[in-house]
Structure formats: C-alpha cells, structure tokens
C-alpha cells in the first residue's frame, strides 16, 4: 500500500514535470487565470492550452471520476497525494467549471448510465461549460420556492420564467435548472432539476454588473423553451433532492475557496508585500488570528473529507464548512485591503477579489441559513 | 506530512469506556465536593485511573505502561475535560512520563514504572513570572563540588503542592538544565495558593537546595531537548482537556436552550440564539480537528509536531472561553449562581488559557512557524 502511494507520488512527479508548463506553475487562481473551458472559450495562452490538453489525456481535470466518464479514477490517497503534488509545484487548475463542481457529482449520484455517458466526458475535457439555474428574484433564501415553471406537454416540457445570479450564464453552453413541474404539490415535492441547452430558442440571458466591477453573474430570462423529457435528473417532482445534494457539494467547494485564495500562500507573507508590512502590530495580530483559524479550518475540511471516505458522510455540517469558510476567507481579504494601503484602492485584483468575496457568505446559502441549518438539524433546537 | 484526521475505532472505544468511567466516578459534582472540602485532589481517583492503565498511557510496556500514545493521552484529556476531572494526569503521566521517556536510562525508566503503577506524582516547575515563557528562566543552579545548589523561585506550578516530585528548569553555567528533585527535600517550601479553578497550584521557593548529578533529566545545559518534548504532550493534552471542557459547556447550554422557557416559549426558538450556539458548535468542531491532527503528529512525527500543538492550544483556548462566555450569557442569571455548575467550566477554562503558553503565546508560534 504505502510502496504503490510511493510509486504514484514518483510517477505522477515525473509526469508533472514533464507536462505541466513553467507558466502554469504560479499557483494563480484570479479569475483571468482561470480556464473555464466551453464552447467559445479562447485559451489565454499556448501553456494553458497544452497543460489541459495533457491533464483531459490522463483524465486529470476530474482525477476522482471513474475513467469511464474522463476522469482518472483515483481514490482518496491518491487524491491527496494528487492534491499535494499540485501544490508543491504550484501548479493552477487545469479547469475550473460548474460541471466539474456541481452537474457531475449530481450526475455521479443520481443520473443514469446513459446520462453519465453523454454529459460527464465533454465537461472532462472542458468542451461544454455549464452553469446553474436556482435563485429566481422572489427565491433566495428561501430557495424552495421557485415559481419558473414547466408545463407537461407530453415529451417535453414547455419552460416559462426567470432565474437570476446566474454564474456566467452568458458565457455558459448549458445550465441546469430548478424548475416547478407541479404547482400544486407542497413547494418541495413539486420541482425538477432539468437540464436546458443555451442555444435553445427562448433563453436569454443578461448580465448584472456588482461592486466588483465584474459581471460574473447573469439574469436568465426562459420564454416557452421546449425541454425534452429525458433531459431531467432524479424523478419529476424531485429535484429537490439533487438540489439539496448538491448545496451540500457547492458548501464544501466554497469552503475550500478560501484556501486556494492566493495560491493558499500564508497570509503573513501575502500581507509583508504591503507597505505597512507586519510593524503594524495590529494588523499582525489580526493575521495571525486570521492564520490560526484558517490552518484550523483547513484540518476541518481535510477531516471530513477522511470521514467521507471511511463512510462518515458530513451530510448537514457541510453547513459549517460554508460558514466558517466564506467568513474566513472574507477577513482575509479585509486583512489584504488594509495592509495594501492606498496602493490597494486602485482598480486591480486585489481590490476586485476583495469585493468578490462578500458574495461568498451569501451564495450557495448565506452564513445566516448555514447557522440555522446547524440549529435546527445539527443541534436539533426547534424551529 | 499527511495524517487521517478519522477517529480508529479504538479510539472511539477508548472515548467511551472512558466517558462511561467518568460520568460515574468523576461528573462536575466531585469537584465540586473537593472544592467544598478544600481538597484539591483525589487519590482514590487517580488510583483507579492507573488500574485502567491512564497513569501509563505514556509509559512503554516494558516498565508496567499500556503505552497507547499521545492521540489516546489526547482523548483521556478530553473526555476528563467535559466534566472538569482533577486529576495528576496531565502533570504526571503525560509531562513527566514524556520528559522521562526522552531520558531512558534506569533511573527514568525505574520512575516511569513508578508513574504507570500509579505510585508518585509530579509537576512541572517552570514559570517564573506571570506568562508562561521557558527561555525566560532566572533560577540558578549552580555548580557545586559533584552537584548542584539551586536557588530561586517558581510560580503557577500545577499539581505543585501535593506532588511527591518536581521537575525543576534553573539556568546552569552554558544554558537551561531540568532537574528532578523530590519536593520534600531540604530548602524547597510550597505555598499553595488558593486558585480560581479549585485545583492545585502551587508557589515554590528554592533555597539552596541540592542536587546530584543523577538529577538532571537529560543532559546539563541541554534542558530542552527533553523539556520540548515534554511541554508539547503536555499542550496537545491540555488542548484536548479544553476542547472537552468547551464540548461540555456547550452541551449543558443546548440542553438548557431546549428545556427553559419564557415568552411562552423554548428559549431555543429564538434565532438569535440559535444562530450564537450553532457558531459555538463550528468553533468546537473546527477545535476538534487541530487536536486529532496533534496527536496524530505527535504519534506519527514528533519533530514536526510543533506548529500543530501550537495551534491545538491557541484555537483550543479561544474555543473554550467562548463556549464558557456563550454559556453562562445564554443561561442568563442562573449561569452567575454558585450552584449552577457554568461557573466551574468557566474558572476552569480560564486557568487552562494561562498554562504553559496562553492564545497570544501560541499564535506567536504558529505565525513563525508560517514565516511571519
């Protein structure tokens, strides 16, 4: 066991170093670097296109995923190991994409082998980009409550309504959707998860400009699309189990967000670069603060991680990875901001990603649902 | 270095043979019997730990120990924790058995036997002002003829007024030197102060004590390489305990969040507290995680254990007085009463933020150890 990890660790080192470009090797993770893939996506460089090529050949964009469906198979060790591999070296995400987060764990777990087949290679090998289809303008929170609905009308679904923070749904080739299929059951039991192409007639989509500056996040506006019966995942009426399935995903994946932020580098170093430095005495206490919650929370993640995988499944605490990760990785960013000074007023990334991360505490949940999900589920006080 | 952060199943097993003990042998009621008889500790107790094999969790087994490591040390600690036990547990069998064990000559290994049968205790003198510091040592030892002559004064020894022996940090000609000396010998008085938690902790005065070479734990001027390892066991475990206590506090006030009532209504209806205690619930779980890692390091990896511990005792201690806050503000008035047990786990908790190394302390290392 530990001669076949060595063995891994050597060849997926020899690999690395031979495949992965020196340009690919910064750790960077802003949202110019990432590659998102798609469609109409343009490479931003020779390097990130080699360096996804090399990684879909070995099924690397998606290591966990059975080899079937374009992933490399691996099991936990490995994928540690994995993990620390990329990180020695620095290297950034081959593909990053709503696919690889949220369709394919739902997918894994609830689609058919036919559904697996069709969907799960193309987002592998980063040739069709999705995005999700939940929050509707009267449907935050309190999610459940989706009104965008779809009329039977025999093979196919006729689609009226409108979804909004939409993440790059103008960039985006397919989404995934909470529609209402059934008004009269109760709010839960009467919604499907379905999956609509982009380019259907119908769908428009729009962006919203936020504080950031950037636009990552969309309206969707559906008019009488038509979506054929075998494009839904899980049973009609409920898609709330998917949903609910992959909140718990879409929780871990923002936690560990925080992590990835500036290459996972520590703060005190991300913070020494700023002309305030650490002698501001404040400020480093501050950060160490800071330091000592975010090693904390990363052993967190990693143990719920190991309890997953000896059958220890997380289920509602995921709801304290989202919380407990985006506050944290909110501070940090505050941390930067101050110790950027007045350099750090100027548009750029710091000042970008600071203003991005005040989402993250409200997307996929807000802190304030995430504690009452712990309340009431976790700790079982009443409702 | 990568660990599973997953409970073994002996460890599970462990938690409850030892939660089962406890709740029976030792709930907040017998220290809260001690503190009424002015007793700082049960011997009766500690006896019927070192037949369970607790006294020697550290030992090996060739010298009478079950020798179950430091994560399984870590788990005792904590289960001790929930319900505040007094014991010499952190004291003697995981400071001393671990400074001991760096040792191994038969003059520690014969004392190791003694601590796995349950037959001495120990303490650790240290301090010499009022935050923890080992570098920061002004008690000397000085040479004399074959031995030693040592002079000064520690202070918040834990355990240091009933122990039968005390392993003593005095600076000698070419650095630090830890000593272990009997703490009925000539020239050493003990004053035990009366401490807000109602356990042992003691003022020792040292006046021209004398020491043979066969004292010294380790070698002269060389005290750290037995003493680091020692206080690292001892912080992990102490971390474990105040996870425990914070897992303790927090358990009593959902209880109480459940069952009291005003408005017509389970206080624990409201979001407002609701949201308070589910946070309290991350910290405490999140605490969990940097204590199995502990163990798991100290276990598996001992020279890179440092900025785990580290982080197990800061992150421990933030936890555990925000759970004993949480709790007395969300028991309201009856968390202010003597009678009410809150106060305990609050006094308690405020002596294990102060013992060797408080949050700034700690914090301090792990920005370090993260280059900053």
Redesign the interface.
Known sequence: MTDTMTDFRKDLRDWLEAYCPAEMRDGAASEETICWGGKDWVFSSDAQREWLNACVAEGYTVPTWPKEYGGAGLNRDQQKIFDEEIARIGARFPLQSFGIWMLGPALLHFGTHEQKLHYLPPIARGEVRWCQGYSEPGAGSDLASVQTFGADAGDHWVVNGQKIWTSYADKADWIFALVRTDREAPKHKGISFLLIDMNDPGVETRPIKLISGASPFCETFFTDVKVPKEQIVGDVNRGWDVAKYLLTHEREMISGSGMLQAGGRPLGAVLAEGDAGLEDATLRAAAMRCEVDQLAMGLTLERYRDMAEAGQGAGDASAMLKYLGTELNKQRHELMMMAGGSDALEWGDRPADWLRTKANSIEGGTSEVMLSIISRRVLGLPA | M?V???QAEEEVMLADMARGFLDDAAPVSHLRALRDAGETHDPALWAEMARMGWAGVLVPEAQGGSDMGYAAANVIAQEMGKTLVTSPFLSTAVIAATALRQVGDDRANAALARIAGGEVTYALAVDESAKFDPNKVEMTAEADGNGFRLNGTKQFVVDGALADRLLVLARTAEGLTLFDLDAGAAGVSRDARAMIDARDAARITFEDVEATGADVLGQVDHAMDVLRPALQAGQAALAAEMTGLAAGAFAMT?DY??ERKQFG??I??F?AL??R???L??EV??????I??AGRLLDSAPEDAAMAVS?AK??AT?TAQLAVQEGVQMHGGIGMTDAYDMGFYMKRARVGAEWLGDYSYH??Q??RY???
Do not use: D, I, M, P
């Open positions: 990568s599973k952060l997953v959902v969040l459940k209504v389970e624990g209806r979001q609701q949201h205690a589910a946070h619930w991350c779980e999140v605490t969990s995680s940097a199995l890692n982080l800061a992150k933030q914090a301090e792990v920005a993260r280059g900053f």
